[in-house]
């Protein structure tokens, strides 16, 4: 028997019609995110002022894992901060992290890498990790986790318990800082206006001169002698 196209059933027609691409799959074509981490590799990091990644760092189940050997001084013996190969100016950054318990460790970023410098945060500011219940500088302010290290608060505390998975968002654009944790908007200021300078100033950094004079940078992941996670790591330039 034979049909006319019109007497096809309304399903049949719209089955025979060609499926677009995925909408997801051509947004992060043209989203604009980079992955700074594989999954599986540590290729385009490397240890501050150095050539390659410390043996400490592992990647494990998708994650960079800094593991804790021995300690060398307060970092780990074969860690060390590591950076990422590119510098980057203005952007919005994405992670995740995972403390270990009673630890410590931190996102920095803007650092310039030049053997004058011994450490990443000689430069570049940080977003605190630590577990704030088992670290000492739980109890200090200014020092807990999500906090702008020694300038600012968090506005509110929303991080997770020790051993669990917390998604941070650090925003820099033409000066303009914002912290993200667990989508809270927990810090926000504005970098390198008067104001600054006076936090700055009145930090354990004023005897830094170097310290945030730098609006172009590496992003840094903090060896601070114990074991820290890190995943799912990603940046859209600004």
Known sequence: MKYSLLALPAVLLIAAVPLSKSKTTDTKK????ISLFDGKTTKGWHTFNKKTVGSAWKVDDGTLHLTVPGNKGYQTEGGGDIVTDQEFTNFDLK????ISPKGN???IFDVKEDPKYED???TGPECQVLDNDGHDDGKIKKHRAGDLYDLISSSSEPVKPVGQWNQVEIKLNKGKLDFYMNGVNTVSTTMWDDNWWNLVKGSKFHKMPDFTKFKTGHIALQDHGCEVWYRNIRIKKL
């Open 30 to 33: 043209e989203d604009g995110w």
């Open 95 to 98: 992670l995740e992290w995972k």
């Open 105 to 107: 460790s931190g996102i």
């Open 120 to 122: 990443t945060w000689q």
